[in-house]
């Protein structure tokens, strides 16, 4: 009997003990599911009971400073499966062949999509609404639609560069869309419904639908009518001169905004999978290029800041120069002989700028460099800005502030450049550039306002003011008169570089021809630069190819923003009494184009004579007069010989004094010269039908920019 209860004893104790380690075992068992591995655990069983939908956001309106709308969002449906349920269904072939040629999608990639181990897969994006209702009708099981937006530009390829480009993702990938994508974007939404093991919603359970946010409107500084001026004459030049690239900037000198930005070539931003990714390139902030004479604005800057020059300082330019081994010429090595400060900007005399450079010293240039911004991203509001390449100043060396002075050795980008010479014009103030002015949700709240910044004073009002005459100068008598634009005063600069080879060095034929300039020149409302990457053709020179093209923007610009016209009427209304204008070269000109050039200047004539051409006038060209006062022209009667018959001017832009001789003496008309260089402008105008034997007054102008 004790052997019995001893043994029933031991096999209470075993079995208490076994109760009590499988006790533990689920107590620890419980505690793990429950407590370590919970969450984990309540997030798979809610993916497998639920379906989440996600509902995208509508990015936000991009319109232009006056509410044009630039880059909108529509809608549209996107198919997505969801594969328990097609699975469930036991459909999945079915669907796969119906769907497919609906989508234009391979059936087996298809097929193996819809039936992947996930909650949720997209099959296609944003596809168009007659597919949409074929899907619908088909009523697939584990197939759906769901309402997403897209970027949609209506504009087309206007102002591509700016605007960027939006992926299916609702995402911006480039250009503003990017650099604003955490405003413009907005917050995604999505739909929760509850399902049962067969995967039927479950009509008591769980339904949530969380609303997205749409993004905020962007108001830009670009004007819709400036940028479509910007392009259409970019166009013309991009075409007609076959170049590589070509980029045009439009900005407010006074406040830093950008209204017009263009590059080409250019893309569609609704189709830009069309196009190579190349020319999706910002080249007007991205591309680094030596800006050749344009530079030299920056240079006479520091120059006429420091004192070292006055506007009458003497220089002489034999043609070249030496700066310890090497040789620095002019175009051709042309000498330009004795000339002064204003007239060493006019002629763009790498001679003479070469002498101001070394004359200024490295210490002193590179302190304007920096002041200038050069070296250094702007900060506009764009993705992908470069820096530009500065030699650095511990290794300079004396040749490299000569080529520095005169456009070579630095490269900058277009933007750099924009606004150095913006800072030249706006009184001396550098100026942060931008293209957002203000960020706007969907009620109406301003959201963001961006103001014009001043990052700092570079040179004094008093300079900025001295060297505007100066570069008006250029335009009415220097390498710069292709960019005079009747009836507004105009100030500028020409720029012919050599490209930089991919070995070092320079390409033998290959330039950048750019112009920079603004008006009006004694109070800027714009400043637009011009560049054109290897234009084809000769003349390739900045005032040949893209002078025109910043006249001819400018022009219809001004006119589109009522800037009154300088001339008779408004002249002193125009400008204060103070200011100084500069009075143009009209001898040798026909009696209506001089006096026509004077008052655009807002001078008055006073005629001496009853001749045909004006063969001397006081004061002489370059003198600077208050508007309003007289300059008096002197006439002369010319011999025209009339040889009989009728005769039509040809066109003798382009062409050298030789040509141009041969071609008229050929006709039986007289030339009367004025100049050197190629014909830039005559009279009377090409087409117009004259007399033989009759004179035409032909100007001429330096090929050098």
Known sequence: MQTTSLMVRKRIATLFLLFTLGFFFLGGRMFWVQFVRGAELSEKAAQNRTRDVPVESKRGIISDRNGHDLAISVSADSVYAIPAEVLASKREQEVAQKLAPLLGMDETKLYERITRQSSYEWIKRQI?????????????????????????YPKGSLAAHVLGISGVDNTGLEGID???????????????????????????????????????????????????????????????????????????????EILALANRPTFDPNNFADYPASNRRNWAISNAYEPGSTMKITT????????????????????????????????DHRAHGQQTFAQIVENSCNVSFVQVGLTLGMEKYYHYLNGFGFGQPTGIDLPGEAAGILVPQERAKQIDL??????????????????????????????????????VDQNGNVLQQNEPTVVRQVISEETSKRLSMILEGEVINGTGKNAYIEGYRAGGKTGTAQKIAPGGGYLSNEYVASFIGYAPAHKPRLLCIVAVDAPQGYPYYGGWVAAPVFKNIMQDALRYLEEPMYKDGNAEQTLPQE???????????????ATAALRARGLQAKVNGSGNVVWQQTPKANTKLKPGQQVI???????????????TVPDLQGKSMREVAKILADLGLHLMPEGYGLAYQQSPEPGKVISGGSTITVKFQPVGE
């Open 128 to 152: 168009e609404p007659e597919i949409s209702q074929q899907i619908r009708d088909l009523d697939l099981p584990g197939i759906g639609l769901t309402e997403e937006s897209r970027r949609y």
């Open 178 to 256: 990017y650099f604003y994508n955490d405003l413009v974007g907005g917050q995604k939404g999505r739909i929760v419904i509850e399902h049962d093991a067969a995967n039927r919603p479950i009509p008591e359970a769980t339904h949530q639908y969380v609303p997205p946010v749409d993004g905020a409107n962007l108001v830009l500084t670009i004007d819709e009518t400036i940028q479509y001026i910007a392009e259409r004459e970019l166009d013309k030049v991009f075409k007609e001169r076959q170049a590589k690239a070509a980029t045009v900037i439009v900005m407010d000198p006074a406040t830093g």
């Open 300 to 331: 006479a800057s520091m120059a006429l800041q420091e004192a070292i020059v006055n506007e009458n300082t003497p220089f002489f330019c034999s043609g070249s120069t030496k700066v310890g081994k090497e040789t620095i010429g002019c175009t």
């Open 402 to 439: 000569a080529t520095m002075s005169m456009g070579q050795a630095n490269a900058v980008t277009p933007i750099q450049l924009c606004n150095a010479v913006a800072a030249v014009a706006n009184g001396g103030k550098l100026m942060k550039p931008y293209l957002v002015k203000q960020v």
């Open 579 to 593: 200011e100084m204008v500069v009075v143009p070269d009209v001898v040798n000109l026909p009696l209506e184009e």
């Open 633 to 647: 022209i002197d006439m002369s009667e010319v011999d025209k010989a009339n040889h009989g018959g009728a005769v």
